[in-house]
């Protein structure tokens, strides 16, 4: 057992919890409770950490699992005490179990692919966002409407943040993403390449976002929480759509307005089917 905050590498997750340079060095990320392990496959988890609490009163899949990576040869598997599980997790009350998971990585063609039922891509394509709230919230709603893929910007805050992480409730591990240092250029490559059409959520939209066919292949731009797209990216997409308000709101949060103009491409396209 591991009881000292000292420890090695006790200090070495800690870093993986707060520093971005560490996670991107070493390539791993952070995932707390046992639902979060439960989702990660068994082949990226590189380190486990729980408690006796835990381990006392683990039951029935979960037990089993705690087992399975306990008899892991390739897993790091170790108890620790409850002061150094407080130190290494990001949540104030710690569930218990804690994991170091490798990351993963995607190619556009990976996002951009038919589903196996035939739809075509639907992706996100963010700039600038940094409330990790929203981010987190934009991957797991963004599972729920059917998005293929997200790409960020490289000014984002960081997808491994564990407040992302935890935000995402475990469409990290099944939606695929990457990075761009160019909007504009991902956007052209997207048409170019990939005859996939994009949409900018924008104020000055000059069509409503229900009006515009999303069947096809489809990329939302959705920009910064308080200063939107930049004209750069915005201009790049060949369509600015506006989602109409009624009242006094001048604007829409990101994660909502993602929320919105994906799901009603999920609604164009279940109808394709009825």
């Known amino acids: 057992m591991i009881s000292s905050t000292n ?18 060095e070493d390539k791993v990320f952070l995932v707390e409770g046992i639902r979060m392990v439960r989702e990660a496959k068994l082949s990226d988890i590189r380190e486990v950490y729980v408690t006796t609490h835990f381990l006392d009163n683990a039951k029935g899949k979960d037990r089993d699992l705690v087992f399975e990576i306990m008899n892991n040869k390739d897993i790091f598997f170790e108890e620790v005490s409850d002061d150094v599980m407080k130190k290494m997790a990001d949540t104030q009350t710690p569930q218990g179990i804690l994991a170091v998971v490798r990351q993963k990585k995607w190619t556009l063609d990976d996002m951009t692919a038919k589903t196996s039922d035939g739809r075509e891509p639907l992706l996100l394509i963010l700039e600038n966002i ?31 943040n564990p ?13 695929p993403f990457c990075y761009t240092d160019s909007v504009p250029g991902i956007v052209k490559e997207l048409h170019e390449k990939y005859n996939i059409v994009s949409y900018a959520a924008h104020l000055k939209g000059t069509k409503n976002y229900d009006e515009v066919e999303l069947t096809r292949g ?33 604007s829409m949060n990101a994660a909502t307005a993602a929320a919105i103009l994906t799901f009603e491409a999920a609604r164009q396209r279940r109808n394709m089917t009825k």
Do not use: H, W
Request: with cysteine.
């Open 163 to 175: 407040k992302v992480v935890r935000s995402t409730m475990g469409a990290i591990f099944r939606v």
């Open 7 to 24: 420890n090695a590498r006790v200090k070495k997750v800690c870093e993986y919890a707060k520093k971005v340079k560490a996670r991107r």
């Open 130 to 160: 940094q409330d990790p709230g929203n981010l987190g919230n934009m991957f797991r709603t963004g599972e729920g409407a059917g998005v293929t893929g997200i790409i960020m910007s490289s000014d984002m805050a960081d997808v491994y």
């Open 218 to 250: 489809s990329a939302f731009l959705i920009g910064n929480e308080g200063n939107g797209l930049t004209k750069e990216a915005a201009d790049a997409a060949g369509e600015y759509l506006l989602i109409p308000m009624l009242g006094e709101v001048e």
